[in-house]
């Protein structure tokens, strides 16, 4: 079975950190890209960052850019987004999944392409 374990969210200000795990089992951790995406309220879900297990390729949302990292520990098949320079606009539930490595290289990290989805983690962002 399948499953990926989202942990790490809270509530912080303006301007703090955070940061996210995501543990997986039941699945070849190499063979899959490990991405991030978020719902805020009313809004589509959206690609956050993404890294493929392989070799490490990343991508992330323009927006995210210089304040969140993506990072991979093969030993204990967990990936970790941390999170930077938060601001509500980044408020949000988080969910961690797997799908084909290809999305990162090509940077097409869209819900659609990925298979096997966790439960989220809410993120909250006060100013």
């Known amino acids: 079975e399948v499953q990926l374990q989202a942990s790490g969210g809270g509530s912080v200000q303006t301007g703090g950190s955070l940061r996210l795990s995501c543990v997986v089992s039941?699945?070849?951790?190499?063979?899959?890209?490990i991405g991030w995406f978020r719902r805020g309220a009313g809004r589509e879900r959206e690609g956050v960052s993404s890294?493929?297990?392989?070799?490490?390729?990343?991508w992330y949302k323009d927006s995210v850019k210089g304040r969140f990292t993506i990072s991979s520990d093969d030993a204990k098949r967990t990936v970790y987004l941390q999170m930077n320079r938060l601001t509500p606009e980044d408020t949000a539930v988080y969910y961690c999944?797997?799908?084909?490595?290809?999305?990162?290289?090509?940077?097409?990290?869209?819900?659609?392409?990925?298979?096997?989805w966790g439960q989220g983690t809410q993120v909250t962002v006060s100013s």
């Open positions: 999944a797997a799908g084909p490595p290809h999305t990162v290289v090509y940077g097409n990290v869209v819900a659609h392409e990925y298979d096997f």
């Open positions: 890294i493929s297990s392989s070799d490490g390729t990343r």
């Open positions: 039941g699945l070849s951790f190499e063979r899959y890209a």
